[in-house]
């Protein structure tokens, strides 16, 4: 049974991160977490700006911690329409608003958050066993994924309880 997603008490916001090292000001988004195993965090991605336009990269084992096996993308998302509702068994994922803008609501079983993705540059890095949805795509609205693994039904908890049954 899929969970109500209940509107979050307080919605984060993405600041404005002028940064071209993933290494420095990343932010937690479950910080008072800190015995969950799994991770999820906000994720400034490198950016060459030129008179030319931007251009920001993404490198497995560098940016990412993990070897990039799989790349997908979301875009042609009614506003109305809700993608994921699902948890992963060992799945990686960064997400990237590469245009327009998303929300994403993550729920490790004891919190709910809810992110807004609006920047290029910004990365959503999604660990193991984190249930998520992803709504309110802007018109234009993209979801650019890298992905730790081929794609595997066997490692998907599309059941809320059941998700909540292996979190313990
Ligand atoms: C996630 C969010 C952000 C494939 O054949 N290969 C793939 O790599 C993927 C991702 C999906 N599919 C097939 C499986 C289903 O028949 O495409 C169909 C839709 O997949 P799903 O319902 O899982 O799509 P979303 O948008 O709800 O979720 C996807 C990812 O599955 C998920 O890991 O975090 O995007």
Known sequence: ??????????????????????????MTIFPHCSELVS????LPLPV?????????FIEGQRHVSFDIA????????PSAAARGGHAHKALQQLL??????????LDNGRLRRTVHLNRPNIG????SMIWREIDNFSSGGI???????????????????????AIG
Do not use: W
């Open 1 to 26: 049974m899929k969970p109500q997603m209940q509107p979050p008490s307080s919605a984060l916001l993405l600041p404005t991160i002028q940064s071209s090292r993933a290494t420095e000001a990343e």
């Open 39 to 42: 991770e999820v965090r906000l």
């Open 48 to 56: 060459v700006p030129e008179p030319r336009g931007n251009l920001t």
């Open 70 to 77: 799989r790349v997908y993308y979301l875009y042609d998302v």
């Open 96 to 105: 990237i608003a590469v245009s327009g803008s998303f929300d994403v609501t």
């Open 124 to 127: 959503l890095l999604i660990s």
């Open 143 to 165: 979801c650019l994924v890298l992905a730790s693994l081929p794609y595997d039904e066997a490692d998907y908890y599309r059941d809320y309880d059941t998700f909540l049954n």
